[in-house]
T-cell receptor
Framework: ETGVTQTPRHLVMGMTNKKSLKCEQHLGHNAMYWYKQSAKKPLELMFVYNFKEQTENNSVPSRFSPECPNSSHLFLHLHTLQPEDSALYLC????????????FGPGTRLTVL | AQTVTQSQPEMSVQEAETVTLSCTYDTSESDYYLFWYKQPPSRQMILVIRQEAYKQQNATENRFSVNFQKAAKSFSLKISDSQLGDAAMYFCAYRSGGEEGTSGSRLTFGEGTQLTVNP
């Protein structure tokens, strides 16, 4: 265990559903990240939060909506997704110093029908 | 923009043997950090080893070592005495040496190399 938890681990949803992914870190870090991992593609950074403020939105469609209520929790709200959004969604956290590693959660396997 | 390339989608090694995974990157920066992450099946991604670009000495962590060639922009991972538990997807990643709170926190990943360890 890396100290970063994600729920749910698996999620199947229809294109008209609304769901949320949750990430929690128990490491006292001040930065959190959402990544998308698709088969045979590099991990894609979606969002970055530093000290609860969003500092990066990597051209992510508005059907993905992040929320960071405090430095320990990060959510990804999903609505009207497309089948091509099916992927493993990874959350990570780090302490904001350049040499510090990012710690990853186990991911949520999302399937959009 | 930085790019990271892992040219070996799959590699295999016999248990107790040595294997080297390749990674090249493209950047115009002089200050940056390089990482190898391991993602076992259905398990969390964990850091294997880290290299600071300003250090000439290659990083080593037990059976894992890197060959960092800054001029060639190459960052290969060598796994010695391979074990069954080393079987995983390995990702090379680049991080800028930028300021905190900016793009310096961004990791750019390669496509990964799937390593199989044969008993």
């Amino acid at each position: 265990e890396t100290g970063v938890t994600q729920t749910p681990r698996h999620l199947v949803m229809g294109m008209t559903n609304k769901k949320s992914l949750k990430c929690e870190q128990h490491l006292g870090h001040n930065a959190m990240y959402w990544y998308k991992q698709s088969a045979k593609k590099p991990l894609e950074l979606m969002f970055v939060y530093n000290f609860k403020e969003q500092t990066e939105n990597n051209s992510v469609p508005s059907r993905f909506s992040p929320e960071c209520p405090n430095s320990s929790h990060l959510f990804l709200h999903l609505h009207t997704l497309q089948p091509e959004d099916s992927a493993l969604y990874l959350c990570a956290s780090s302490q904001l110093q350049v040499y510090n590693e990012q710690f990853f959660g186990p991911g949520t396997r999302l399937t959009v029908l | 923009a930085q790019t990271v390339t892992q040219s070996q989608p799959e590699m295999s090694v016999q248990e107790a043997e040595t294997v080297t995974l390749s990674c090249t990157y493209d950047t115009s920066e002089s200050d940056y950090y390089l990482f190898w992450y391991k993602q076992p099946p259905s398990r969390q991604m964990i850091l294997v080893i880290r290299q600071e670009a300003y250090k000439q000495q290659n990083a080593t962590e037990n059976r894992f070592s890197v060959n960092f060639q800054k001029a060639a922009k190459s960052f290969s991972l060598k796994i010695s005495d391979s074990q069954l538990g080393d079987a995983a997807m390995y990702f090379c990643a680049y991080r800028s040496g930028g300021e905190e709170g900016t793009s310096g926190s961004r990791l750019t990943f390669g496509e990964g190399t799937q390593l199989t360890v044969n008993p």
